[in-house]
């Protein structure tokens, strides 16, 4: 009772009533908010963590005709159903508001741990909106050579190195008045790397949230002419 309580207070909290245009594409929220409230309702210290990654992505996403997510580091899928919540209420959101204009919100994740394809909380009828690839954060670039970020989302080892590596790849790929969220931030594996491409950086912008162990935004320098950027 107190899950189905708690499910119908988060979906009117963040998405209202959404209109669908057939019965699959209601099918498919459902099941990604039903996902999202699993995770909120026994995850403890992660629900603002992930209510933030959902809002994100539909507060950015919602005057976007096409808008990018990229997801380094899936493991349990958490992040993953956040995000995928978030893009389809800005997806639906944006079509609205543009009276029926088609929305092209994808998320594009990667991970290298073996269980990370959580193709088993979608169909694969249903997978229009995600693609998964098991490959590395670094290489993962390659691998979608046509995809312009507006969010990447850091996630994977907090090493030094790795997050280092991946600052620099992604954030020539990010477009501009993008924002980079890498989480852990109270780990020196994360923190430094951040720092230190501050000091390399010094027309970025940086916050951090105090959720979910710290979650970083980095911000790239330039306009967008986008309401919701």
Partial sequence: MFIMILGKMIIFMLGGKIMYDNKIEEEYDNKIEEELIKFISFTGMIQPFLLNLREMANHWGLYSAEFNVVELGVDIGASTVAFLSGLNSSARGFESLSKGKRAKHHLYSCDILDHCDRKYFVDDTYMDRWSFFAVDSVSFADMIPDVIPNIVFIDTDHTYDTTVKELEVWSERLIE??????????????????????EKNGDWGFYDIGVGCGLGVLTKPGYVSKKGN
């Fill in 177 to 198: 008045g993008g924002r980079i969220l890498l989480h852990d931030t109270y780990l020196e594996g994360v923190h430094i790397p951040i720092k230190e491409f501050l």
